[in-house]
């Protein structure tokens, strides 16, 4: 209470009281903690920062505090998901009160009760009182409000009197933070020569040309990659492959997925529902009582209905039409109106044909080409036939169909031809937009009629019979496998099991690869309640959503340097591709002549490209993607001058620069300067925590208890 007793003594104001939700100012709870118990030893704890335990019990009361924020702010109970990004919030703030707090010890840093004091009544309110403290319909910051609040402080709810107090016990510890923080920020510095250099590496642009030899033109199977090379590479690059803790498992699910039962009982309680539907006086209340989806009055064009209820258009006003089966869904749609919309919906299907460059030469061959199949068409040809054997877009699998579509979502040109027609058939002539030429038949013609819906939707869900046959048959699994082998033997067997593997799973972790709360499976596999999981070990039947999975450990990682197990698909990967490149390179090596001889004496794997507008700052050459080194050679050559062999990316490269194009406007270098040390002091923040955290050498042994 010390900061409210000096505010007190200063103020003199009277006593009043402010009924205002003081929970808006919480902004990180008493996280600290950490007092060393006499009792209990370590089974109590949930992790390590900078030395210092962490308790459950404190870390609890943190959890605790993040939790009441949330339902202050969302309105409702945090589920599980939520649950566990709130334990990671109180966790991160763990580790800044305690780590932080040893560096402010180091250095001196201290906050004045005067400090506290301004930062509540003085010249520099604290952000979040200023905004409690101002009125919603004036805009105006009322200082004496604050006053008048702590003035009665002790007359307001138990719960308001604490929210206020972990604030108060906040504010120091987050001033000392800023300042901290300033410190390094504020020492951040840009010079004269860097900004020119960055300005100049950011609008200098070459002209080149490339002799490109990709890595996949020698196969896999030709270059042998050994053990030992794989441990020299990552010898060499550990600052890439540092690692926290991490568990590898592969695992077997047994989905819940309704039967034919189910689906049958769910199309005969909706077949009864069609026939009551169809007499309903309050089709809105129908719905309300029938349906798992609440009623939506809107009128919809085709382009928003149901495919299969598009194929009964035109709709009449009171039928009923379905049931309709769709993704686990059955629907009866009712058509309570309709009327004219304000714009057209129409369908159509198209063959894109894409000029292969932007020269005049490249879009006269694409409107060649496009008339060509056009006139196929006119004689006869099917027109999907010809969309996937020409197209060149989204719509080949397709056979070009584009389905209803409203106006306002195509490109102008295009959508001028669709709704400029009156009837449907194939358009006379191919339509030019920024895209290629267009070879267009329309399929349905344009209607602005909308129509609306009532819909009761049923979701065909498995029942608690079909839950249980999962369960069972699970738990057979799990009888069976009693280790690794016998896991991959089981699936082996059964051809209605797929086997899948999860790499690396944190501690933290929610998921499992696409198995979303998952996070049962993620505390097995590091074990918990006293017991420790060892490789090999099989895990207990699984619920997780609607699926039952059973696990086993196949390996673990202590956070360091990653071992070559755990990497040896990108390890060899990246060793491949360099014993690739001295294949390449070596065949290269001593040959002159111009790109074009050298690509000829090497073989057909050979490429000469050129590329424009290439730039130093981004390290990439457009049409080929990222090539720092290639891109930093070619900007160290005169023009015309060729590069050695350089071991790329994605390949070997010999690049010749063709010009180099300076910028010839001038720069104003301050604005660059201040452009560059905005983006260094945004990032300081991050990478100041992320450094005290690494100090701090933190141990996170939540998972023993969530």
């Given at each position: 209470?010390?900061?409210?007793?000096?505010?007190?003594?200063?103020?003199?104001?009277?006593?009043?009281?402010?009924?205002?939700?003081?929970?808006?100012?919480?902004?990180?709870?008493?996280?600290?903690?950490?007092?060393?118990?006499?009792?209990?030893?370590?089974?109590?704890?949930?992790?390590?920062?900078?030395?210092?335990?962490?308790?459950?019990?404190?870390?609890?009361?943190?959890?605790e505090?993040?939790k009441?924020?949330?339902?202050?702010?969302?309105?409702r109970?945090?589920?599980?998901?939520?649950?566990?990004?709130?334990?990671?919030?109180?966790?991160?703030?763990?580790i800044y009160?305690?780590?932080?707090?040893?560096?402010?010890?180091?250095?001196?840093?201290?906050?004045?009760?005067?400090?506290?004091?301004?930062?509540?009544?003085?010249?520099?309110?604290?952000?979040?009182?200023?905004?409690?403290?101002?009125?919603?319909?004036?805009?105006?910051?009322?200082?004496?409000?604050?006053?008048?609040?702590?003035?009665?402080?002790?007359?307001?709810?138990?719960?308001?009197?604490?929210?206020?107090?972990?604030?108060?016990?906040?504010?120091?510890?987050?001033?000392?933070?800023?300042?901290?923080?300033?410190?390094?920020?504020?020492?951040?510095?840009?010079?004269?020569?860097?900004?020119?250099?960055?300005?100049?590496d950011?609008?200098?642009?070459a002209?080149?040309?490339?002799?490109?030899?990709?890595?996949?033109?020698?196969?896999?199977?030709?270059?042998?990659?050994?053990?030992?090379q794989?441990?020299?590479?990552?010898?060499k690059?550990?600052?890439?492959?540092k690692?926290?803790?991490?568990?590898?498992?592969?695992y077997?699910?047994?989905?819940?997925?309704?039967?034919?039962?189910?689906?049958?009982?769910?199309?005969?309680?909706?077949?009864?529902?069609?026939?009551?539907?169809?007499?309903?006086?309050?089709?809105s209340?129908?719905?309300?009582?029938?349906?798992?989806?609440?009623y939506n009055?809107?009128?919809?064009?085709?382009?928003?209905?149901?495919e299969?209820?598009?194929?009964?258009?035109?709709?009449?006003?009171?039928?009923?039409?379905?049931?309709?089966?769709?993704?686990?869904?059955?629907?009866?749609?009712?058509?309570t109106?309709?009327?004219?919309?304000?714009?057209?919906?129409?369908?159509?299907s198209?063959?894109?044909?894409?000029?292969?460059?932007?020269?005049?030469?490249?879009?006269?061959?694409?409107?060649?080409?496009?008339?060509?199949?056009?006139?196929?068409?006119k004689?006869?040809a099917?027109?999907?036939?010809?969309?996937?054997?020409?197209?060149?877009?989204?719509?080949?699998?397709?056979?070009?169909?584009?389905?209803?579509?409203?106006?306002?979502r195509?490109?102008?040109?295009?959508?001028?031809?669709?709704?400029?027609?009156?009837?449907?058939?194939?358009?006379?002539?191919?339509?030019?937009?920024?895209?290629?030429?267009?070879?267009?038949?329309?399929?349905?013609?344009?209607?602005?009629?909308t129509?609306?819906?009532?819909?009761?939707?049923?979701?065909?869900?498995?029942?608690?019979?079909?839950?249980?046959?999962?369960?069972?048959?699970?738990q057979?699994?799990?009888?069976?496998?009693?280790?690794?082998?016998?896991?991959?033997?089981?699936?082996?067997?059964?051809?209605?099991?797929?086997?899948?593997?999860?790499?690396?799973?944190?501690?933290?972790?929610?998921?499992?690869?696409?198995?979303?709360?998952?996070?049962?499976?993620?505390?097995?596999?590091?074990?918990?309640?006293?017991?420790?999981?060892?490789?090999g070990?099989?895990?207990?039947?699984?619920?997780?959503?609607?699926?039952?999975?059973?696990a086993?450990?196949?390996?673990?990682?202590?956070?360091?340097?990653?071992?070559?197990?755990?990497?040896?698909?990108?390890?060899?990967?990246?060793?491949?591709?360099?014993?690739?490149?001295?294949?390449?390179?070596?065949?290269?090596?001593?040959?002159?002549?111009t790109?074009?001889?050298?690509?000829?004496g090497?073989?057909?794997?050979?490429?000469?490209?050129?590329?424009?507008?290439?730039?130093?700052?981004?390290?990439?050459?457009?049409?080929?993607?990222?090539e720092?080194?290639?891109?930093?050679?070619?900007?160290?050559?005169?023009?015309?001058?060729?590069?050695?062999?350089?071991?790329?990316?994605?390949?070997?490269?010999?690049?010749?620069?063709?010009?180099?194009?300076?910028?010839?406007?001038?720069?104003?270098?301050?604005?660059?300067?201040k452009?560059?040390?905005?983006?260094?002091?945004?990032?300081?923040?991050?990478?100041?925590?992320?450094?005290?955290?690494?100090?701090?050498?933190?141990?996170?042994?939540?998972?023993k208890?969530?």
């Amino acid at each position: 209470m010390a900061l409210i007793n000096t505010i007190r003594e200063k103020s003199g104001w009277a006593v009043g009281t402010v009924a205002i939700g003081m929970l808006l100012f919480i902004v990180g709870g008493d996280l600290i903690g950490g007092k060393n118990k006499l009792f209990g030893g370590n089974e109590n704890v949930v992790g390590e920062v900078a030395g210092q335990k962490i308790e459950l019990n404190d870390f609890n009361a943190a959890l605790e505090q993040a939790k009441q924020g949330f339902i202050q702010q969302q309105g409702r109970q945090p589920d599980e998901q939520a649950m566990g990004y709130l334990r990671d919030q109180a966790w991160n703030q763990t580790i800044y009160k305690i780590a932080f707090q040893k560096e402010f010890d180091k250095l001196g840093l201290t906050v004045s009760e005067d400090e506290l004091t301004d930062m509540v009544q003085g010249k520099n309110i604290h952000p979040s009182i200023r905004q409690a403290f101002t009125d919603q319909q004036t805009g105006q910051f009322d200082r004496s409000k604050i006053i008048q609040y702590l003035q009665g402080l002790d007359k307001l709810p138990p719960d308001a009197q604490a929210a206020w107090l972990n604030f108060e016990a906040n504010l120091g510890p987050e001033r000392a933070g800023q300042k901290y923080n300033n410190l390094i920020k504020l020492s951040t510095y840009v010079t004269t020569a860097e900004a020119k250099r960055f300005d100049e590496d950011q609008n200098t642009k070459a002209s080149l040309r490339y002799l490109f030899i990709p890595y996949f033109s020698i196969s896999d199977s030709a270059v042998k990659v050994t053990d030992d090379q794989l441990q020299a590479y990552l010898d060499k690059n550990k600052s890439r492959y540092k690692v926290e803790d991490g568990r590898s498992i592969e695992y077997v699910t047994v989905p819940v997925v309704a039967s034919k039962e189910d689906s049958a009982a769910v199309r005969q309680n909706v077949a009864q529902l069609a026939v009551q539907f169809a007499s309903a006086p309050n089709d809105s209340l129908f719905v309300k009582l029938n349906s798992d989806q609440p009623y939506n009055g809107a009128y919809l064009s085709p382009a928003d209905m149901p495919e299969k209820l598009r194929q009964q258009l035109p709709l009449t006003v009171g039928k009923v039409y379905g049931p309709y089966a769709e993704n686990g869904t059955t629907s009866l749609f009712k058509v309570t109106g309709q009327k004219a919309g304000t714009a057209y919906a129409a369908r159509a299907s198209h063959i894109l044909i894409k000029p292969e460059g932007t020269t005049p030469e490249a879009d006269a061959a694409a409107k060649a080409k496009a008339t060509e199949v056009l006139n196929k068409i006119k004689g006869g040809a099917d027109f999907a036939a010809m969309a996937r054997q020409y197209g060149t877009d989204g719509t080949v699998s397709t056979g070009g169909d584009l389905g209803w579509f409203q106006q306002g979502r195509m490109v102008p040109e295009f959508e001028k031809a669709i709704f400029g027609a009156s009837a449907t058939g194939l358009l006379p002539a191919p339509v030019k937009t920024s895209f290629g030429y267009h070879i267009i038949k329309i399929t349905a013609p344009k209607t602005n009629q909308t129509y609306q819906l009532a819909a009761v939707q049923k979701k065909i869900e498995p029942s608690d019979a079909t839950r249980d046959a999962a369960y069972a048959k699970a738990q057979e699994l799990k009888g069976q496998i009693t280790d690794l082998e016998s896991l991959r033997k089981v699936v082996a067997k059964d051809k209605t099991l797929q086997k899948q593997e999860a790499r690396g799973l944190g501690r933290g972790d929610q998921a499992v690869n696409n198995l979303q709360g998952a996070r049962e499976v993620v505390r097995w596999a590091y074990g918990t309640g006293g017991k420790t999981t060892k490789v090999g070990d099989v895990s207990e039947v699984f619920d997780v959503n609607d699926q039952y999975v059973v696990a086993v450990l196949t390996g673990e990682r202590s956070k360091g340097v990653a071992d070559v197990a755990g990497l040896k698909p990108e390890l060899t990967a990246a060793v491949r591709n360099e014993e690739k490149a001295k294949q390449i390179m070596a065949k290269l090596n001593g040959k002159n002549g111009t790109l074009e001889q050298l690509a000829a004496g090497y073989g057909a794997a050979a490429q000469v490209k050129t590329a424009d507008g290439v730039v130093l700052g981004t390290g990439a050459i457009p049409g080929l993607g990222t090539e720092p080194l290639a891109v930093g050679k070619a900007f160290g050559l005169k023009p015309g001058q060729k590069s050695a062999p350089i071991q790329g990316e994605q390949g070997v490269l010999i690049v010749e620069p063709v010009s180099v194009q300076k910028p010839t406007t001038p720069t104003d270098i301050a604005a660059v300067r201040k452009q560059l040390t905005t983006q260094r002091t945004g990032r300081a923040d991050g990478l100041i925590y992320e450094a005290v955290k690494t100090n701090a050498n933190v141990k996170d042994e939540r998972n023993k208890f969530f």
